[in-house]
């Protein structure tokens, strides 16, 4: 554990974060988690993993709905029925509880999902924010995903939104913002593989890394 790093990512959406965040991970040697995390939470709760999908990064809904006195399906019990999933906070603590042991056992790289707070306590835990000019964002969701330029810009306007909700609402910070991590970066004023190159850099005089 005492030697154990951990690297947070957090980003807006087309800012290339999930790219630095592997390229990164790729570079120190280190286990990269994204949307992983939902597959292992499920296997760890028994959980079917359209829970974990259906409430990823997303508050709180604010109500119970009675959804936790419902019978749980478990994975080898196949399709769920809608509704029948625990409430947003308790599968934020399931995810928690996976991200935590995680850190624990070995040193790794996580994108978004408040993992920065979950790991607040971490000793050796730097955290990062990836930003971008949105004319390079909706480029780059253009050619992702194949949408227009309007259809992309809606795109980011909801994830955005939805990723600060989250975030702000599960933890004592405010997403995006300087005072919430230890470096935020634009990389668009850089392009990916130098920005990769300067948060590498960084992390490695930071945490005092030589490997």
């Not at 005492?2 to 957090?10: E, P």
Request: some cysteine; overall charge neutral; proline content about 3%.
């Amino acid at each position: 554990m005492k030697s154990n790093f951990v690297i947070n990512i957090g980003r807006q959406l087309g800012s290339g974060g999930r790219e630095v965040g592997e390229k990164l991970a790729n570079r120190l040697g280190i286990t990269f988690y994204d949307k992983e995390l939902l597959k292992l939470a499920s296997e760890e709760s028994g959980l079917c993993p359209e829970c974990f999908e259906k409430v990823d990064e997303r508050p709180s809904s604010g109500f119970m709905g009675g959804l936790i006195s419902m019978r749980i399906p478990f994975v080898s019990e196949g399709a769920m029925p809608l509704g029948s999933c625990l409430d947003n906070d308790s599968l934020f603590k399931v995810q928690s509880d996976v991200i935590r042991q995680l850190a624990n056992e070995k040193s790794c790289l996580f994108v978004g999902r408040c993992a920065d707070y979950i790991l607040r306590d971490h000793p050796r835990c730097l955290n990062v924010f990836i930003s971008a000019s949105i004319d390079d964002r909706i480029a780059r969701i253009c050619e992702k995903n194949g949408v227009t330029p309007q259809e992309a810009r809606n795109l980011i306007e909801k994830a955005d939104k939805r990723r600060a909700e989250y975030y702000n609402y599960y933890s004592n910070k405010r997403w995006g913002r300087a005072e919430s991590y230890h470096l935020c970066i634009n990389s668009s004023q850089l392009g990916i593989d130098a920005t990769v190159d300067f948060i590498e850099s960084f992390i490695r005089k930071t945490l005092q890394i030589t490997q």
